[in-house]
């Protein structure tokens, strides 16, 4: 979780006002400090509006990154069942070819084309 932490300035006093005897004025302190905190709130508002928006942005890609790891598995088992169809498809046809001295008819080579994509 994101933490925002406010400066230091916001956590100072405002400067307080004081008039010719060197006393502060009370009322300019409270208007002082209620200006202060009210910008404070402002601020950890907006920290925490952006820190649920970010919060929200990682949950969403997260759950990009599951989903396409996820697909990617797939597409890697499906790959693996298509090479190993590959394989046992071409050691028949070498055994064909072997027993048969390479005399496929274009109608052979083509059914068992189809037949290999039928299955995939």
Known sequence: MIVLRPSDNHFRKPPVATHGSGAPRAVNRCVGDEATAEIMER????????????????EALLGAMRESEN???????????LETLRDML?????????SRGN???????NAVRAASISEA
């Open 43 to 58: 601020h950890w508002f907006a920290a925490l509006h952006a820190a649920k928006t970010a919060q929200a942005e990682c």
């Open 71 to 81: 697909a990617w598995k797939q597409a890697l088992a499906r790959a693996v069942e």
């Open 90 to 98: 071409g050691e028949q046809l070498a055994m064909l070819d072997g």
């Open 103 to 109: 005399n496929f008819t274009r109608g052979e080579l």
